[in-house]
């Protein structure tokens, strides 16, 4: 169990010289528990850590956090089983781990029980086969061939490293702002989640969190 503050909300992404946002009375010195699905149980589905979370309450536990849930690609996948961080649908359920409904359940059962759940978001990249690839290519970053490429950041060592599983968003294009808010509101309006915690959040624009957080809170302070 982790005892963290805020900062693994997505209010508190944001640098000092942005304004702060109000933080939700229910995130300040909160115990946070970060959940695998795979890992959680022997199950490895959402069903599993529903039905654990009367232990987790009796452990102190205030917030769950959940590692990425969604599909992961297929192209150019690492392994077998794939990383999580390798997003193919920000508005669906990874089949191994269960249902939008499950997860629907699992939300409910968390707010009876007196908690709240987060989950890991993906902002900065998607997997190859991500359905904005087809259907929104302008919504990625492209070499000097106008090709879509994988992920690369440069090293300590000076060299670069490539992310070979996933493609990076554009942000530069404002239609992926709005797309990528509307995917957000998804799992607060529909599903009943509390919050996010950001992946790789210092590559994506703080402007673009600005704006998403002022979106979501018209749902519900998260």
């Known amino acids: 169990?982790?005892?963290?503050?805020?900062?693994?909300?997505?209010?508190?992404?944001?640098?000092?010289?942005?304004?702060?946002?109000?933080?939700?009375?229910?995130?300040?010195?909160?115990?946070?528990?970060?959940?695998?699905?795979?890992?959680?149980?022997?199950?490895?589905t959402l069903n599993?850590?529903?039905?654990?979370?009367?232990?987790?309450r009796q452990m102190g536990v205030d917030i769950v956090w959940?590692?990425?849930?969604?599909?992961?690609?297929?192209?150019?996948?690492?392994?077998?089983?794939?990383?999580?961080?390798?997003?193919?649908?920000?508005?669906?359920?990874?089949?191994?781990f269960g249902t939008v409904d499950d997860m629907r359940k699992l939300v409910r059962q968390a707010h009876a029980l007196g908690m709240h759940v987060i989950l890991d978001w993906v902002g900065n990249h998607t997997a190859w086969d991500h359905p904005w690839v087809q259907q929104h290519p302008d919504w990625y970053k492209k070499n000097d061939k106008g090709e879509i490429y994988a992920v690369t950041l440069k090293n300590d060592?000076?060299?670069?490293?490539?992310?070979?599983?996933?493609?990076?968003?554009?942000?530069?294009?404002?239609?992926?702002?709005?797309?990528?808010?509307?995917?957000?509101?998804?799992?607060?309006?529909?599903?009943?989640?509390?919050?996010?915690?950001?992946?790789a959040a210092s590559l994506v624009p703080t402007a673009f969190w600005d704006q998403a957080r002022a979106q979501l809170?018209?749902?519900k302070p998260v």
């Open 66 to 96: 959940l590692m990425p849930i969604h599909p992961i690609g297929q192209k150019n996948r690492k392994g077998t089983l794939g990383s999580y961080y390798a997003v193919a649908d920000y508005t669906a359920v990874n089949p191994e």
């Open 1 to 44: 169990m982790k005892k963290l503050a805020a900062s693994l909300i997505l209010a508190t992404l944001f640098t000092a010289a942005h304004a702060e946002p109000k933080h939700p009375a229910w995130s300040r010195g909160s115990n946070v528990y970060e959940v695998n699905t795979r890992q959680f149980s022997k199950e490895g």
């Open 48 to 56: 599993a850590v529903a039905a654990s979370l009367p232990r987790l």
């Open 157 to 199: 060592a000076g060299g670069a490293d490539e992310w070979t599983d996933v493609v990076g968003l554009d942000y530069d294009n404002k239609d992926l702002w709005k797309g990528m808010t509307e995917a957000m509101a998804f799992w607060v309006k529909d599903v009943g989640v509390d919050g996010f915690r950001a992946d």
């Open 217 to 219: 809170d018209k749902i």
